[in-house]
């Protein structure tokens, strides 16, 4: 079973910090996703990553930036926290050909005050 | 008006009914026809996907496609308790297949 581990379950943060999120996966997969999910909104999506030092812009990547360094992990960074960033952040790997099959991270409860 | 629309619910029902969950979408370059399932406090997971037009089967899961009507469902036959969840939509173009555009997710609670 693919194993997708989220740092954190939950973060309290304050306004201007800056905040690391980070992901691993086990499954050697090629894609590599961060999501924001909020009521009424579902999951949009923040940036991606389809190799090691590659990353692309999702459909909201304002005030978010990435990192990804090893095939493995995949770590989501906001440079200056805000509380409209307050969010459940979602952590996904798929592999290359299959890229539609997410697998998703249990998620982290980001909270800026 | 967004991509794809979902009916948050949430929506109960009693154990062992037919539960219908549905999506439209505006898009039409969608080829990918996904169901992802939540259960609470977890991460989703993928129940099932169609590529194109028509229907898949799986065990009490039916996945239809509508792509005249730009309309897509779910149905759970026997729906049990542990059916309860939030079930999203997702959809995604042949050409971008790992650019996914999730509905906001429907809540289902089946009652026992």
């Known amino acids: 079973d693919v194993k997708v581990t989220q740092s954190s379950r939950y973060l309290v943060k304050r306004t201007g910090e800056k905040v690391f999120l980070e992901c691993v996966q086990d499954?050697?997969?090629?894609?590599m996703f961060w999501y924001r999910q909020d009521p009424g909104l579902g999951l949009r999506l923040i940036y991606f990553s389809y190799d090691v030092k590659m990353k692309e812009k999702g459909d909201i990547p304002e005030g978010y930036s990435v990192s990804r360094e090893k095939k493995e992990r995949f770590s989501l960074i906001l440079e200056s926290a805000s509380t409209n960033q307050t969010s459940m952040y979602l952590c996904a790997s798929s592999p290359r050909k299959r890229s539609i099959s997410l697998h998703f991270g249990n998620g982290t409860r980001l909270t800026v005050t | 008006q967004k991509e794809v629309e979902q009916d948050p619910g949430p929506l109960s029902v009693p154990e062992g009914a037919i539960v219908s969950l549905n999506c439209t979408y505006s898009?039409?370059?969608?080829?990918?026809f996904m169901w992802y399932r939540q259960y609470s406090r977890k991460g989703p997971e993928l129940l099932m996907y169609t590529y194109s037009s028509g229907n898949k089967e799986d065990g009490r899961f039916t996945a239809q496609v509508d792509k005249s009507s730009k309309y897509i469902s779910l149905f759970i036959r026997d729906s049990q308790p542990s059916d309860s969840a939030t079930y999203l939509c997702?959809?995604?173009?042949?050409?971008?297949?790992?650019?996914?555009?999730f509905g906001s997710g429907t809540r289902l609670l089946v009652r026992p």
């Open positions: 898009n039409s370059a969608f080829q990918y």
């Open positions: 997702a959809m995604s173009g042949k050409d971008s297949s790992y650019k996914l555009i």
């Open positions: 499954m050697d997969h090629e894609n």
